[in-house]
DNA sequence: CAAATCCATAAATAACCGTTTATATGTCGT
DNA sequence: ACGACATATAAACGGTTATTTATGGATTTG
């Protein structure tokens, strides 16, 4: 069925982005930003963390895709782009030949 | 829309997802499970590393759910978790409050 | 321009993870 | 039970990444 194969490069990048998701802080921060565009220092707030850890927490999710930011007066505001997940799973659909989308719902079957 | 929250336990347990995908062999032995299950040995001859190094990443895989392990006669034969895939997306999408389906690829762009 | 605000970067340290090398566990055949 | 084969585990090392602390750069306000 799936004479799979990928390059390097395309596997690296895979892992980047998997590696960017690999922190429970970054996954707050993302899930924040999911319900709303925020700044720096929103985040800070809301998160209890320094400002330069989630700012550098930031750079590493700006660098793998998954937010945008925008600078508008001195704030930078940062955005969720769900786009990056949906390109992270296709390319995992790619590369192990499964589709992840919610038909593997149907028998319902999840882990114990 | 999303009033999203998520306990440390279950965020802590998607980290360690995709830790365990945060490398480029470990895609590669996913990549191969996905042609065929295999055992160590085989693994060892397609992707040309060490068998520890094979066995601890087999590990490493197996606690995160991705493949699972038969013990047949002396080998063990690991096997792709391909639900383990479809739990993890859908934990992504309560997580951030958007869907992976392939609505995505509508517009058909991707990555340059 | 000075003070205040917001954010990024640098340097230093600590925690984590992958890799290797060596050894142990388990299974089959004789 | 012994030797061969298949896999797992342990210990040690090295590299990478997260976190803190301190500082610099950019922008608005007065």
């Given at each position: 069925m799936s004479d799979n194969w990928m390059s390097d490069k395309e ?41 330069p850890l989630i700012s550098w927490h930031l750079t590493q999710l ?51």
């Open positions: 596997l690296r990048r895979l892992t980047r982005g998997f590696q960017a998701l690999h922190s429970v802080l970054r996954l707050r921060i993302l899930a924040a930003l999911a319900e709303r565009e925020s700044n720096v220092r929103d985040l800070e707030d809301v998160l209890r963390v320094s400002q700006r660098q793998a895709g998954f937010v945008t930011a925008e600078r508008v007066g001195r704030e930078v505001r940062y955005q969720l782009q769900p786009a990056a997940f949906q390109e992270l799973v296709g390319t995992i659909e790619a590369l192990l030949g499964i589709s992840l989308s919610d038909e593997g719902e149907i028998n319902g079957t999840l882990e114990g």
